[in-house]
């Protein structure tokens, strides 16, 4: 199909033209992690996908206006030609590639041909459960901690450091980490750090002892980065988690969600419209065997759908009513509510947190007010 005619068809949807696509390049990984999403692992059921396949997906998607490109898995770097394709987005002209890997694969000689491909928009997510091996290796496998440190001192040895972002799944028994893995990332002169909530969901909802953070866990947490002027420091430049950026965060929403700024194509050519909305009937299936426009055009329509349908979230559910971050929020995450209930329409998981951060933004906003009139902090801000 041709690709302008495809992203017409999405305006005329009101879609987003797609902007970053996250590539699952093989269903392979070296790990069998207990909370993974995709059931990732050294025996998956989908190996790697052809590297002529992928070559092409690069071209087509750059010609559809793509800037970014993400390479997941499974262990993205499971497939034979990882760097080749990495090598081929730079010389497509993609504004920012990011590798999101487990860390362990990492060799002298990979890590130097990296250091060669090297520009500002270059990121190496790095999957690291916690600040040490216990709390690491109790989702991930024993010696996964050392082997992730070890590639990623290969990289910051290779001048790749700030290149790094360490990404933390949130769980019940990690989120105290969220400090120590600041203080961690800060020693070993690492970019940044982010983290995301559990999802129960994959190896998560099959009986796994992991489980999503407690409300009171987030408040403590919350709570320390009000009253830590050391932790907030550190945090202010590393930091980027969900529940203290809900800390701050006061204005309106002007978007739903962002269909199909960040769509997901797994190695066995399903395109979801965004990397976190997993639901089958919202998918598009076979793209690898057809063009990425035909694939985005055939969508349209159930993308429509869903988008139609994020506008209105926060008037259907009684639990956005009378929270004072209804309009903020509108329900969070849809695909998150897809994934936690089943229902789009639903709020997603986190909501008692979120309302939880708003109340006490709207409690110290109100006791702000009351101590300094209006016009004083007009004059002094």
């Known amino acids: 199909m041709n690709p302008t005619a495809a992203l017409d068809i999405l305006r005329e949807k009101r879609l987003l033209a797609p902007e970053t696509l996250t590539l699952a390049i093989t269903g392979t990984c070296n790990l069998q992690c207990r909370h993974c999403w995709v059931n990732a692992g050294p025996s998956g059921t989908v190996s790697a996908v052809p590297t002529r396949t992928l070559f092409r997906l690069l071209e087509e998607f750059r010609v559809l206006e793509g800037n970014g490109i993400r390479f997941t898995g499974g262990e993205p770097l499971c497939h034979p030609d990882w760097l080749e394709l990495v090598r081929s987005a730079r010389a497509l002209g993609y ?5 999101q890997t487990n860390g362990m694969l990492f060799t002298e000689h990979n890590v130097a041909a990296l250091r060669e491909l090297d520009f500002p928009g270059l990121t190496i997510q790095i999957s690291l459960d916690g600040a040490t091996a216990p709390i690491h290796d109790l989702v991930r496998g024993r010696g996964a901690f050392a082997g992730a440190l070890d590639g990623i001192r290969r990289l910051r040895d290779g001048g790749l450091g700030k290149r790094i972002t360490l990404f933390m799944t949130e769980m019940r028994h990690n989120l105290e980490e969220i400090p120590a893995l600041l203080k961690l990332a800060n020693e070993l002169e690492i970019g940044s750090v982010a983290t995301g909530t559990l999802v129960r969901c994959g190896r998560a909802a099959q009986g796994s002892p992991v489980a999503p953070p407690t409300l009171e866990q987030y408040e403590l947490l919350v709570h320390r980065f009000d009253s830590d002027p050391p932790f907030r420091e550190l945090y202010e430049r590393l930091g980027n988690v969900a529940a203290l950026e809900w800390r701050r965060e006061t204005s309106p929403r002007t978007e739903c969600c962002t269909f199909l700024q960040n769509p997901y194509l797994t190695p066995d050519g399903r395109l979801y419209p965004c990397v976190l909305c997993h639901a089958d009937r ?14 985005f055009a055939e969508g349209a329509p159930l993308w429509d759908t869903l988008k139609t349908m994020s506008q209105c979230r926060a008037e259907a559910n009684a639990a956005c009513r009378e929270c004072p971050g209804r309009l903020t929020c509108a329900g969070g995450c849809m695909g998150r509510a897809l994934a936690s209930s089943g229902d789009p329409l639903a709020v997603d998981d986190r909501c008692d947190v979120r309302q939880a951060i708003y109340r006490r933004n709207r409690s110290i906003t109100s006791t702000r007010e009351r101590h300094f009139p209006k016009e004083f902090t007009e004059d002094t801000e």
């Open 282 to 295: 919202y998918a598009v299936s076979g793209v690898l065997q057809k063009d990425l426009a035909s694939a």
């Open 95 to 99: 504004r920012s590639i990011s590798l």
